[in-house]
């Protein structure tokens, strides 16, 4: 089956700065990585997706890179403030089966003011 | 678009009880739904797929007689927790998957925290 492994399990960087979180899979069947935030008590929320025809992805703040021959997918977020502070996971997904997506350990992001 | 309630959102009951937990999708049709357990400071544990019309698919440790999934409709699963005991105190979170839609984002619920006393 599939293997996520997300680093770093924390991180903590001054607003302002740029913070950029790594995940590694093993199954190459996978095409699809959604990564999701998760504040203190409430539900994982997709902020950014990217699929394995692409390589890169932005939104705003948010980025998303992909290589797919290393198998890797990274979270870029620029000019990080402290509402970023939260959980984030990622996902990947194989085409195949009943794509359950498998998820990451997480990451705790703290941004001080 | 794509909300997904669950409910109770917080549940404190004693040992023995028996809890459930409903997740429905409000604005979309569900064929697949997931049901995660979170301990503090970790990540979503896959206890279970729940498909529509079928038995759910357990993950390898979690009993099936304990947490009982019925997913009887497009927009409604329910997750039982039966003679629920301390260890069982968690964090429950169901997601949802639109029909046709497989490789495309879960909607999560809002999560039920479960304190057994």
């Known amino acids: 089956g599939e293997n996520v492994e997300q680093h770093p399990s924390t991180l903590s960087v001054q607003e302002g700065d740029s913070a950029v979180i790594k995940c590694t899979y093993s199954d190459s069947a996978s095409n699809y990585f959604p990564w999701y935030k998760q504040e203190l008590g409430k539900r994982p929320q997709l902020i950014i997706d990217i699929r394995s025809n692409v390589g890169e992805k932005k939104d705003q703040r948010i980025a998303v890179t992909l290589n797919k021959t290393a198998k890797h997918f990274s979270l870029h977020i620029t000019e990080t403030q402290p509402e970023d502070s939260a959980v984030y996971f990622c996902a990947a997904t194989a085409s195949g089966g009943s794509y359950i997506p498998t998820f990451g350990r997480g990451t705790s992001l703290i941004v001080h003011p | 678009g794509a909300v997904v309630s669950q409910h109770p959102s917080w549940v404190i009951c004693k040992s023995g009880t028996s809890v459930k937990i409903e997740c429905r999708s409000l604005?979309?049709?569900?064929?697949?739904m997931f049901w995660y357990r979170q301990f503090p400071k970790q990540s979503l544990m896959l206890m279970a797929t729940?498909?529509?019309?079928?038995?759910?698919?357990?993950e390898q440790g979690v009993e099936k007689d304990k947490f009982l999934i019925n997913h009887a409709s497009l927009t409604l699963s329910t997750l039982t927790v039966t003679s629920a005991h301390p260890e069982d105190s968690s964090f429950y979170i169901c997601s949802a998957r639109e029909v046709g839609r497989s490789n495309q984002p879960q909607h999560f619920g809002d999560g039920t925290r479960l304190s057994i006393l």
């Open positions: 729940s498909n529509e019309g079928s038995k759910a698919t357990y």
């Open positions: 604005d979309f049709q569900a064929t697949t």
